[in-house]
DNA sequence: CAGAATCCATTCGGATACTG
DNA sequence: CAGTATCCGAATGGATTCTG
């Protein structure tokens, strides 16, 4: 997304400190930066194959419309399966790809440690 | 940010599947869903204490206002540390706190996953 | 049930210019 | 060097309404 190529960055003062590129790192990181992005596919990864108001109740009052949002775009990025029933009344299972399970183990360790941080804390201490 | 109370969202039907509540997750992961934020975590994390320049640089074309908005934020909410050096020419460095080396743990194997699957795809492949 | 569509307030992030 | 200040377009996310 209009980054500058980096045709001229290397700076002639690198150390042999092992730096690595971020700059690349569009995609992935662009679909996980939405809201609750990385939420959805842990919790679809928690809760096996798991329907939209399932998903929905996981937490809680996101609008139809973001979620719905978000799940298109999970699904089109290939990490979520989306699987829909011809049933009365429809029924649609969301489940991890491969890829959506990779990116799940990765992820999970940050969200449990994001809830201790949430459960430590006391509320009311951040000026804001 | 507004999400409503869980004082009663213990749905009764809970089965005994291990069901993580996944609602609080408001304050880490609202932060960590900012452009930039977990790379700049990880950018950090690798380049030891960065200076603002550094931090700049590792990315494509970050403007300064975004860049120095989410080193704020970070900074307030305890990840990085600043350390300010009263000097000719001004010298400022950021590095991980324990908190944020913490995350940078967990968040290292998602940007590194990231890269990977930036590096095998192929461009122009998706409709959009 | 599982969304799609529409509308809208808010926020975000980039560009630009300026400062200690 | 390391930002801050300001402005503004774009994108986001929520509420609401409607549908197969």
Redesign the pocket.
């Known amino acids: 997304m ?1 980054e500058t190529p980096d045709t001229s960055t290397d700076a002639p003062n690198s150390q042999n400190r092992e730096i690595v590129c971020y700059c690349p790192l569009g995609g992935v990181m662009d679909i996980l ?4 992005a990385m939420q959805v596919i842990c919790v679809v990864g928690a809760i096996g194959p798991a ?4 998903i ?1 109740d996981a937490f809680g ?12 775009e999970l699904v089109e990025a290939g990490y979520l399966s ?1 699987e ?1 029933y011809a049933e009365i ?6 489940d991890l790809t491969a890829s959506g399970e990779q990116l799940c183990q990765r992820l999970d360790p940050i969200l449990e440690w994001a809830e201790e941080q949430e459960a430590g804390r006391v509320p009311g201490e951040d000026g804001t």
């Open positions: 209009g930066s939405r809201r609750y329907r939209y108001s399932e929905e009052g996101v609008s139809s419309s973001t979620l719905s949002t978000r799940l298109d989306r829909q009344p429809p029924r649609v299972e969301y």
